[in-house]
T-cell receptor, first 111, second 115 residues
Framework: ELKVEQNPLFLSMQEGKNYTIYCNYSTTSDRLYWYRQDPGKSLESLFVLLSNGAVKQEGRLMASLDTKARLSTLHITAAVHDLSATYFCAVDGTSGSRLTFGEGTQLTVNP | DGGITQSPKYLFRKEGQNVTLSCEQNLNHDAMYWYRQDPGQGLRLIYYSQIVNDFQKGDIAEGYSVSREKKESFPLTVTSAQKNPTAFYLC?????WGQGNNEQFFGPGTRLTVL
């Protein structure tokens, strides 16, 4: 059974600081997705990582995938308040098209 | 505009009542999914369908039923057998299995409350 673990689950940081969210998974996969969820809203797709070594960047967020380590990171550079949200990673497993989601990381960026 | 729509946005159910949540997509996606999200929690998969007229149970299917008669539509019925249905329900779709990219696109959600 594929397991996906994110850490930390809660992250409070100051504006201007850098931090990394980690997503570990238990079985072989070379496809991983990052989503953002604002309070009371649905999920919005952030990054699609489809191969080992894939790196994607959008604004202050950068995601990478290391399939050998079964690890993806979401790096936040010079955080701003607008980045406050819950971030989920999801891994493509072996059961057809379904994804397995991590528990989510609730990020709060304080002024 | 292509996308996924869910209705209603808010739904109130009396105990013992069945209710149906609508999910429609015009993305020409083969696969569709239903998730449940409780406050402060992650997503749990209820049912998914990889092709018309076929669907599979997810991790928490008890007390729910679905149909997939049309490619565009994947309604979810919350039956009276579901003892604690109050939650946020999210529908998603993806291109389909074997396409190399299973990125899922989400609808806006339906918030169900039991009175």
């Amino acid at each position: 059974e594929l397991k996906v673990e994110q850490n930390p689950l809660f992250l409070s940081m100051q504006e201007g600081k850098n931090y990394t969210i980690y997503c570990n998974y238990s079985t072989t996969s070379d496809r991983l997705y990052w989503y953002r969820q604002d309070p009371g809203k649905s999920l919005e797709s952030l990054f699609v990582l489809l191969s080992n070594g894939a790196v994607k960047q959008e604004g202050r967020l950068m995601a990478s995938l290391d399939t050998k380590a079964r690890l993806s990171t979401l790096h936040i550079t010079a955080a701003v308040h607008d980045l406050s949200a819950t971030y989920f990673c999801a891994v493509d497993g072996t059961s057809g098209s379904r994804l397995t989601f991590g528990e989510g990381t609730q990020l709060t960026v304080n002024p | 505009d292509g996308g996924i729509t869910q209705s209603p946005k808010y739904l109130f159910r009396k105990e013992g009542q069945n209710v149906t949540l609508s999910c429609e997509q015009n993305l020409n996606h083969d696969a569709m999914y239903w998730y449940r999200q409780d406050p402060g929690q992650g997503l749990r998969l209820i049912y998914y369908s990889q092709i018309v007229n076929d669907f599979q149970k997810g991790d928490i299917a008890e007390g729910y039923s679905v149909s997939r008669e049309k490619k565009e539509s994947f309604p979810l019925t919350v039956t009276s057998a579901q003892k604690n249905p109050t939650a946020f329900y999210l529908c998603a779709s993806s291109i389909g299995w074997g396409q190399g990219n299973n990125e899922q696109f989400f609808g806006p959600g339906t918030r169900l409350t039991v009175l």
